[in-house]
């Protein structure tokens, strides 16, 4: 693909959606592609991840579920982070119902994901209802939407003919699908051109082959060189570490080094 070897901020011009273009823009003035999965349990511990390694990162996911004392303070403290940073918010949901179902999952319900996340993902199970209904809540708010292609778990089912037509389906709706959780570059066979998504990738350390639950993890140059990848996510990789702040230097220097290799700079 001629886009892997662009530069961010070059390829924003080939994205309608504002929060992809967003994005790229972003990561080439901070000069990092690195997004911290930042999987805690506490928003105290949420919210000085955010501070602490903001500077270094893109985007910063989080499981807002998996909070034992979620209050509604959390979004906004979130959001004035993000602005402090320059950081986008991914709210790592992965939606999984019908068009109907996912709309009010998406604008309601205690979390009001949509209100506050700069960007959700989706599983392309139940067909393309999914990104419609998701598209009626998120557009006006112009936010952005990742499908979820691949996995980086064991067994996963997501392969094959089925990230081919996830890939087909995110071709129909680039004013809001900006690009895929995948493990690589997707291109469709028998098409004539390529088109441009990010491909945001998680399952990445540099220290483990993986975990005791299937999850799977490969290097920043893998990813970002050889699977030609543009996001490089990182969780107990860095928030597990006696200094996650050195960590997360450590890694967005990996990412950002095979990035310039890739493009060459
Ligand atoms: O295929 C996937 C998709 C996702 S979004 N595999 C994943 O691991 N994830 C998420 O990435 C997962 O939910 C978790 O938040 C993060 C990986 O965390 P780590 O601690 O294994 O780096």
Same mark, same amino acid.
């Given at each position: 693909s001629p886009y892997a070897k662009q530069t961010y901020s070059a390829r924003a011009g080939g994205f309608s959606n504002p929060t992809g273009v967003q994005l790229l823009r972003l990561m080439d003035e901070k000069k990092t592609n690195l997004s911290i999965a930042a999987d805690v349990t506490s928003k105290v511990e949420l919210l000085k991840m955010a501070d602490q390694l903001g500077p270094y990162i893109c985007v910063f996911k =989080?499981?807002?579920d998996i909070l034992s004392d979620y209050d509604e303070t959390v979004p906004g403290a979130l959001q004035a982070l993000a602005e402090k940073h320059h950081?986008?918010?991914?709210e790592d949901r992965k939606f999984a119902d019908i068009g109907s179902t996912v709309k009010s999952q998406y604008a309601s319900g205690i979390y009001k994901i949509?209100?506050?996340?700069?960007i959700t993902n989706a599983h392309p199970i139940p067909g393309e209802g999914i990104i419609q209904g998701l598209k009626e809540v998120g557009l006006p708010l112009k936010r952005g939407l990742l499908l979820l292609a691949e996995m980086s778990s064991?067994? =996963?089912l997501a392969k094959g003919e089925y990230s081919q037509e996830t890939l087909r389906m995110a071709k129909r709706n680039k004013d809001f699908v900006f690009g895929f959780i995948g493990q690589r570059r997707l291109a469709e066979e028998g098409a004539e051109e390529d088109e441009?998504?990010?491909y945001l990738t998680p399952g990445v350390s540099m220290a483990q082959p993986g975990d005791s639950l299937g999850q799977q993890y490969r290097s920043p140059e893998q990813v970002i060189l050889e699977s030609k990848c543009d996001v490089i996510i990182?969780?107990?990789?860095?928030?597990?570490?006696?200094?996650p702040v050195a960590k997360a230097i450590e890694y967005r220097a990996a990412g950002w080094n095979a990035y310039l290799k890739r493009t060459q700079q």
């Amino acid at each position: 693909s001629p886009y892997a070897k662009q530069t961010y901020s070059a390829r924003a011009g080939g994205f309608s959606n504002p929060t992809g273009v967003q994005l790229l823009r972003l990561m080439d003035e901070k000069k990092t592609n690195l997004s911290i999965a930042a999987d805690v349990t506490s928003k105290v511990e949420l919210l000085k991840m955010a501070d602490q390694l903001g500077p270094y990162i893109c985007v910063f996911k =989080t499981h807002i579920d998996i909070l034992s004392d979620y209050d509604e303070t959390v979004p906004g403290a979130l959001q004035a982070l993000a602005e402090k940073h320059h950081f986008l918010i991914f709210e790592d949901r992965k939606f999984a119902d019908i068009g109907s179902t996912v709309k009010s999952q998406y604008a309601s319900g205690i979390y009001k994901i949509a209100s506050w996340s700069h960007i959700t993902n989706a599983h392309p199970i139940p067909g393309e209802g999914i990104i419609q209904g998701l598209k009626e809540v998120g557009l006006p708010l112009k936010r952005g939407l990742l499908l979820l292609a691949e996995m980086s778990s064991k067994g =996963t089912l997501a392969k094959g003919e089925y990230s081919q037509e996830t890939l087909r389906m995110a071709k129909r709706n680039k004013d809001f699908v900006f690009g895929f959780i995948g493990q690589r570059r997707l291109a469709e066979e028998g098409a004539e051109e390529d088109e441009d998504f990010l491909y945001l990738t998680p399952g990445v350390s540099m220290a483990q082959p993986g975990d005791s639950l299937g999850q799977q993890y490969r290097s920043p140059e893998q990813v970002i060189l050889e699977s030609k990848c543009d996001v490089i996510i990182v969780g107990r990789g860095i928030y597990g570490a006696a200094d996650p702040v050195a960590k997360a230097i450590e890694y967005r220097a990996a990412g950002w080094n095979a990035y310039l290799k890739r493009t060459q700079q």
